[in-house]
């Protein structure tokens, strides 16, 4: 049977899109007119609501495509919008449809998601694996599910033992271990190369070094923080010395970036990272040939050479790595824009920075996902696989 996601009336995907443009800084254009398609008019006023209610724009953006999704996914498996509450029996089948044992599946093809609930989904762009998903997607599409169930006042079956046990076994037979977010850490050398390939005097060039000795140097900043830090977040210090064991030597200039709302502080915090010596001149080197003095620090130029007003996103943060990589005659595919967050630690850890002094700048609220990464590099230098040699 061929399944097609249903398209509603125009008028009502009219009355719905403009709804969603209140969202306008949250969501792209193109992702607004595909939620005006498959959203049902509760839906999107649970987003404005939820909009309304102050949730991050990472959040929302993040809980926006989840909702999409699973709409998409609910109209594709059953013909039917999502029900609310969903009844176990949904949530079983979702799980059942995207985490599933490959080997099963050769000998059964009624195993996993169905041929004709997938096709609905590639042909709406919306399904790019050909196995089973990442455990953490469905995870988190799940958590997405409940989130919205309790904001319409409703309890959700999402913490039944079934359930739980279901997500664990299914977890365990789709047998797919977990990937790096960049295949790659932007390791100190690394992002030396990098820099070597924007060295030149253009705007972009000042820009795109900024972005990425700003990025690893405060830690390994996220690529939305990154495209979100706004120049009212940067605070001149008191220049610090070069070797703190000689306070009275040569001394550097200092600036502390007042992070906000991220993925692990809350709006209100007072929590700040530093950056000291040169990615400080780097940085301030971009504002002044920019001549930004307020709003977005790092910000489109166009083919022109000319600056933009608007904030560069996320993805572009990811893509201006990526462009620098290739430059560098790296591999762009084995680096991404977390690798400059992996790359950090990994470059603490080699230097033998104390754990808990690297998560200050980083800002990691776990010790265990932080120390990974010393882990990996210990295991790397050790002498434990190297027995045989």
């Known amino acids: ?103 099963k599946r050769e000998a059964d093809l009624a195993h996993g998601m169905p041929d004709d609930v997938a096709s609905a989904l590639r042909a709406a762009g919306l399904l790019r694996v050909e196995g089973p998903h990442a455990p953490n997607t469905v995870r988190r599409r799940l958590s997405s599910w409940s989130t919205l169930t309790g904001w319409r006042g409703l309890k959700g079956r999402f913490n039944a033992p079934g359930l739980r046990s279901a997500l664990k076994l299914a977890v365990r037979a789709s047998a797919r271990p977990r990937g790096r977010k960049s295949k790659k850490a932007v390791t100190a050398d690394v992002l030396s190369a990098l820099l070597k390939a924007c060295a030149g005097d253009r705007l972009v060039d000042v820009r795109d070094r900024a972005l990425l000795i700003t990025a690893f140097a405060s830690g390994g900043r996220r690529r939305s923080e990154i495209s979100a830090l706004r120049v009212e977040q940067l605070v001149a210090e008191e220049p610090v010395p070069a070797d703190p064991k000689t306070p009275d030597g040569e001394r550097l200039p200092c600036l502390s970036i007042r992070l906000g709302r991220t993925k692990t502080t809350e709006a209100d915090s007072d929590a700040f990272v530093l950056l000291v010596g040169r990615p400080v001149t780097v940085l301030q080197l971009w504002l002044e040939r920019a001549g930004i003095t307020e709003g977005a620090v790092f910000r489109g130029i166009d083919r022109w050479g000319n600056l933009e007003k608007r904030a560069l996103t996320p993805q572009a943060v990811n893509l201006v790595l990526k462009r620098r990589v290739a430059e560098a005659g790296l591999d762009p595919a084995a680096f991404s824009a977390h690798g400059l967050r992996s790359g950090y630690l990994t470059e603490t850890a080699r230097r033998g920075i104390p754990l808990s002094e690297a998560m200050q700048q980083s800002q990691h609220r776990s010790v265990q996902q932080a120390s990974n990464y010393y882990n990996d590099t210990e295991r790397t230098l050790g002498r434990a696989a190297r027995i045989i040699v």
């Open 1 to 103: 049977m061929d399944v097609r996601l249903p398209k509603p009336a125009s008028d009502q995907k009219l009355r719905r899109a403009e709804a969603l443009d209140a969202l306008d800084s949250v969501l792209p254009f193109g992702r607004r007119d595909f939620l005006a398609d498959i959203l049902t008019d509760d839906d999107v006023e649970t987003l404005r609501h939820l909009a309304r209610e102050g949730m991050g724009e990472n959040s929302l953006r993040a809980l926006a495509s989840d909702f999409g999704y699973l709409e998409a996914w609910c109209l594709a498996a059953t013909g039917e919008p999502l029900p609310w509450p969903a009844p176990e029996t949904l949530l079983m089948k979702f799980i059942a449809h995207h985490l599933w044992d490959p080997v």
